[in-house]
């Protein structure tokens, strides 16, 4: 079964306040799906048309898991939290099997 990743590019970090207690949030709602953050900042070379801050990268053993993660309970009081405090690019995709 294909595995299901979040890809998260954030634009630009308003309020880095929200950030942090959107990373405590979503780090407690994600441990019961099995989320296993694989890149969370770090370097980065971007090309063409890419963005260079900060990304993150979240494995989840199945795609279903990763969208049920997204809509659960405890995440959206993650997003809450984190509100308007980023501009990010945010997409869940499937991975090859």
Do not use: H
Not at 4 to 9: A, E, K, L, P, T
Not at 10 to 18: H, M, Q, V
Not at 21 to 41: C, F, H, I, K
Request: glycine share 8%; aromatic share 10%; no cysteine.
């Amino acid at each position: 079964m294909p595995k299901g990743y979040w890809v998260s590019v954030y634009r630009t970090i308003a309020d880095p306040e929200k950030l942090a207690a959107y990373n405590e949030l979503a780090r407690s709602a994600l441990r019961p799906w099995g989320a296993r953050t694989l890149v969370r900042g770090g370097r980065v070379k971007a090309y063409d048309a890419g963005i260079a801050e900060r990304t993150v990268l979240v494995e989840f053993d199945s795609f279903e898991q990763a969208v049920a993660a997204r809509e659960s309970a405890a995440y959206q009081e993650a997003l809450a939290a984190l509100a308007d405090g980023v501009e990010r690019d945010f997409r869940i995709v499937e991975g090859l099997d």
